[in-house]
């Protein structure tokens, strides 16, 4: 396991549909992120979990969107009813649990570029 | 709520020349990172500064933060065009796990 992973890389959907993306963050981490950026902007954050939980979401997560880490390993990303605002590039990020001792930096994966046509 | 803000947005230099960005935060924050992205590719962690006076140094890049002041710097010496990339300083909230709140980033372009 050499990194975080992201499947797909791309994805050009049609207004309305859903989507869901994947990550698998690095294989000791407890801690796994969402982020959203927009082209010229700096990532967003979305939601955080730790192991299974999730425990916060932004704001700027609405109702279409939905995020579950289901067995504190990987974790998906659901978009419901796709709008061309909702084009962005998604990140995953993991990093370990300060507990686990070390600095608590994030490795980001390849990242889901999503379009909304 | 945390704010990070940098400047420049965008650096266009010539190659061996010097320059800094700067980061600016606007509350306590535990720790500041650098990252590094190429257009269409995801974020590369380069440093991460836990404390007051902090200084790390990579090849031609070097950051600094000072936690008095709510400032962090990224200084590029002689550059070179493979530092061609846009770069982002990210703050962290006491208290939030670990989230990272970013700034809007510095395109840097190093130009022959």
């Known amino acids: 396991d050499t990194g975080v992973s992201q499947d797909p890389r791309h994805k050009i959907t049609k207004r309305g549909q859903n989507v869901t993306f994947r990550c698998d963050p690095i294989?000791?981490?407890?801690?796994l992120y969402w982020y959203r950026q927009t082209l010229g902007q700096g990532p967003e954050f979305l939601t955080y979990?730790?192991?299974?939980?999730?425990?916060?979401k932004s704001r700027l997560l609405s109702d279409r969107f939905s995020a579950e880490r289901p067995k504190g390993s990987f974790s998906t990303l659901e978009i419901q009813r796709t709008e061309q605002g909702d084009s962005a590039m998604y990140l995953c990020?993991?990093?370990?649990?300060?507990?686990?001792?070390?600095?608590?930096?994030?490795?980001f994966g390849q990242g889901t570029r999503l379009t909304v046509v | 709520e945390l704010k990070v803000e940098q400047n420049p947005l965008f650096l266009s230099m010539q190659e061996g020349k010097n320059y800094t960005i700067y980061c600016n935060y606007s509350?306590?924050?535990?720790?500041l990172y650098w990252y590094r992205q190429d257009p269409g590719k995801s974020l590369e962690s380069l440093f991460v500064?836990?404390?007051?006076?902090a200084v790390k140094q990579e090849g031609r890049l070097m950051a600094s933060l000072d936690t008095k002041a709510r400032l962090s710097t990224l200084h590029i010496t002689a550059a070179v065009h493979d530092l061609s990339a846009t770069y982002f300083c990210?703050?962290?909230?006491?208290?939030?796990?670990?989230?990272?709140?970013f700034g809007t980033g510095t395109r840097l372009q190093v130009t022959l």
């Open positions: 500064l836990l404390s007051n006076g």
């Open positions: 294989s000791e981490h407890n801690r």
């Open positions: 990020a993991s990093s370990p649990d300060t507990r686990q001792g070390g600095v608590t930096e994030a490795f």
């Open positions: 509350t306590t924050s535990d720790r």
């Open positions: 990210a703050a962290i909230n006491t208290g939030t796990a670990s989230k990272l709140t």
């Open positions: 979990f730790q192991n299974e939980a999730q425990l916060e």
